[in-house]
Every structure is written in structure tokens, then in C-alpha cells.
């Protein structure tokens, strides 16, 4: 009986990786096998999108590319394994990188850009932007509601605390918090929890 059940489950999962699959595929520069997109709130020039192997969009969604593409190097990617909860908002003018096995709560906001105010004859949606690429290492996890804003690195299985604002670089194995993100604790890899 119970291995009737996990066979009809695994057929289910199959079932509903090929539909997400051939529903997504075609909208993406690159949609990987297995990954799920739960009901975006919006999707702008899907085309210069990347999502890896297994990935998990959660309800909600907002992926953004702005500005001139060159068709060739997609603006936002995201790596295999990597899990994205609700109402998740990325924007990139220029390049957004998340990598692999990262795990994103909800609402967090991710950008590369920022509008420039510069000219006080320009109302600000005239302006233009500003950009600088962020990139996200592999194994880094996001809390509730931060925000992770232009040109920023965050190093390898990093963490970010609930509703920080991270505005600089963060390195591999802190975690930080507050606003602006500053860092408050080292992990020690050689330790176990």
C-alpha cells in the first residue's frame, strides 16, 4: 500500500514538473527541469530570465529586467536548488546572479538599480537609473523582508537577517543585520550546531 502511494506520488511530481515546465519554458531565457513558478504577480522581459534545475518561486513573484538587452547574457539568474518564498521582488537593469541552494523568505527585494535624482528638472521616473551588479554565492539564506541593493556581493552560505538592508558587501560565513546590515556573527564552519 504505501508503495503504491509514494509511486503515485512520484508520477504526480513528474507530472507537475513537465507542466510547469512546458507552461514556463517558453517565457524564459532558460527554464530548468523540475522548477516551479506559482502564480507571478509580474513578470517584465521574461526573455533575459535564467532559472535553474529545481528551483521554487513561491506565489506572487515580481522579476524584472529593465533597459536594453543584448539578447545573449540573461540579466537575472538564478541556480539550481534554490528555494524563493512569497511575494519575492527582483530587479535588474543590468545583472542580478543568485546562486546555488539559496533560500530566500519572504518579501525580499533585490535590485541592481536605483533611479537617479540628480537633475531637478527631471521628475524621477525620467531620470535614468543607476547600476551595479549583485551577486548572491551559493548557500546564502535571506530572511523576512530584506533588502539587498546595487553593486553588492554576498559571499558563500552568508546570512542575512529579517528586514535588513544590506547596502555593502557581505563576506562568506556572517551573518548581519539591522539597517544599514552590518555584521554581527562569524560562523565557524568547524563547529557543529
Known amino acids: 500500500m504505501n508503495q503504491d502511494r509514494s509511486s503515485l506520488r512520484r508520477l504526480l511530481n513528474l507530472f507537475t514538473a513537465l507542466y510547469h515546465y512546458l507552461k514556463w519554458s517558453w517565457r524564459f531565457y532558460r527554464f530548468g527541469f523540475r522548477s516551479r513558478l506559482v ?12 532559472v535553474g534545475k529545481k528551483v521554487h518561486i513561491r506565489k506572487g513573484a515580481r522579476l524584472e529586467t529593465v533597459g536594453a538587452w543584448d539578447g545573449r547574457t540573461p540579466k537575472i539568474k538564478i541556480g539550481d536548488h534554490t528555494s524563493i518564498h512569497l511575494y519575492f ?24 538599480h536605483d533611479h537617479v535624482f540628480d537633475n531637478p528638472g527631471l ?8 547600476s551595479s551588479p549583485v551577486v548572491i554565492e551559493d548557500e546564502v539564506w535571506i ?11 554576498v559571499g558563500k552560505r552568508a546570512v542575512i537577517g529579517a528586514n535588513a538592508v544590506v547596502t555593502k558587501d557581505v563576506p562568506p560565513y556572517s551573518v548581519v543585520g539591522g539597517i544599514p546590515a552590518r555584521v554581527i556573527k562569524t560562523i565557524d564552519i568547524n563547529s557543529r550546531l
Do not use: F, Q, W
Request: aromatic share 2%.
Open 39 to 50: 502564480r507571478p504577480d509580474m513578470l517584465t522581459n521574461s526573455k533575459a530570465i535564467c
Open 89 to 112: 521582488h527582483c530587479g535588474a537593469a543590468e545583472s542580478v546572479t543568485i546562486g546555488k541552494n539559496v533560500l530566500i523568505a519572504g518579501r525580499v527585494y533585490i535590485t541592481d
Open 123 to 130: 521628475p524621477p521616473s525620467r531620470a535614468g537609473l543607476k
Open 143 to 153: 530572511g523576512e523582508g530584506a533588502v539587498v541593493l546595487k553593486g553588492v556581493t
